[in-house]
């Protein structure tokens, strides 16, 4: 009787995958999605064919512009304006261990930032979607000093706003890639190509944390941000982009070895 039961059992992950299966293939809704309130809201069109590898490389819209180099410059300035307040007024208190704890806290947190936001962007937003850093750090650049809320507002700030460039190297190759950004992805302080290629896997939802990526775990287990979409399509008939098909190019493999 055991062995016959213990045969229909499938494990706790898999019966939660599957559960999640049949609850998307319910929700699959038509073009035109009626709010709770009555109001139709459109949903995403349908993905356009990937373009090819030389398109991409060629696209204007993705060099950089004197303007996100105006944004990056600023941002950099304030970051660093913060940091100096902090050491200089733990060098005047003589304290060290607060503003020490408080830099690691702000680049744990940074991390989970940087995954709601990645999460936002993938299914919500867009390139155009901004957050400008410097505009967000001014309160704090104008705090009276204190150096552990310095010390965390410089190092969050500035993990957030390099965050996209841990995600490109998270993008390359090894061999590609400077030796003390690899020394860094080896040791775990930035995310590497090999956590988050998991990310451009089936189901395509999750590993959105792309600083050094150590929630990634804890939010795909207890999937909050699944969890988080089921609201927003409860409630506005909004779809994400993850519970659709995504583009062959945005599809990634999990090969440390490539050139």
Request: aromatic share 10%; hydrophobic share 45%.
């Amino acid at each position: 009787m055991c062995s016959i039961s213990s045969r229909w059992q499938l494990p706790h992950k898999l019966q939660s995958r599957r559960r999640s299966r049949i609850l998307r293939a319910a929700l699959q809704v038509p073009p035109a999605i009626v709010t709770p309130g009555g109001a139709a809201v459109a949903d995403r069109p349908a993905p356009a064919a990937s373009p090819p590898p030389s398109a991409v490389a060629n696209n204007q819209s993705l060099r950089s512009t004197w303007q996100h180099r105006g944004w990056v410059t600023a941002g950099c300035a304030a970051v660093a304006v913060a940091a100096v307040k902090s050491a200089a007024a733990a060098q005047e208190s003589g304290l060290l261990a607060e503003p020490l704890i408080a830099a690691a806290a702000g680049y744990l947190l940074a991390d989970l930032g940087s995954g709601v936001y990645h999460w936002g962007i993938d299914n919500y937003g867009g390139a155009a979607t901004p957050l400008t850093v410097a505009v967000a750090l001014l309160p704090f650049d104008l705090f009276p000093g204190n150096a552990a809320v310095h010390a965390f507002a410089a190092v969050f700030a500035g993990c957030i706003m390099f965050s996209q460039q841990f995600h490109a190297w998270a993008h390359g190759t090894k061999s590609r890639l400077p030796a003390a950004v690899v020394a860094l992805q080896d040791a775990g302080v930035l995310i590497s190509r090999h956590q988050h290629a998991a990310h451009h896997r089936a189901p395509y939802n999750g590993n959105y944390c792309i600083v050094s990526g150590v929630w990634n775990e804890f939010l795909d287990g207890y999937k909050v941000f699944e969890a988080m979409e089921m609201v927003i399509f409860f409630k506005s008939g909004v779809r994400p982009r993850s519970w659709s098909e995504p583009e062959s190019a945005w599809k990634e493999e999990d090969d440390e070895r490539s050139p």
